[in-house]
Nanobody, 124 residues
């Protein structure tokens, strides 16, 4: 079992930056791939980025986030980060982290464990 807790959301002006954190419980966290997803009001959940655990492979990003968002992890701290730069009003959403065994996926249904989400609001 893995429990995930997101933090770092808030209100920021367009063009600003935020760093989200996803802290996991569980002593085998490094084997889990972690993905970030977001959901805006009235919209379906959307893939943002994902990173593998101990398996090889570069992180992946949704096209609209490439060059603006960066995902990283610190297995010693059981934490995955999402650095978000050049934020736009359309990035406003609840951001969730999720975990699954070994390999990342861009599909939300592939993930077994989810956090409660953290709100990101970007004002224009």
């Amino acid at each position: 079992q893995v429990q995930l807790v997101e933090s770092g959301g808030g209100l920021v002006q367009a063009g600003g930056s935020l760093r989200l954190s996803c802290v996991a419980t569980g002593h085998t966290f490094n084997r889990y791939a972690v993905g970030w997803f977001r959901q805006a009001p009235g919209k379906s959940r959307e893939f943002v980025s994902a990173i593998n655990g101990i398996t090889a492979g570069s992180p992946i990003y949704a096209d609209s986030m490439k060059g603006r968002f960066s995902i990283s992890r610190d297995n010693a701290k059981n934490t995955v980060y999402l650095e978000m730069n050049s934020l736009k009003p359309e990035d406003t959403a609840v951001y969730y982290c999720a975990a699954r065994d070994l390999f990342y996926s861009g599909e939300s249904t592939a993930y077994d464990y989810w956090g409660q989400g953290t709100q990101v609001t970007v004002s224009s």
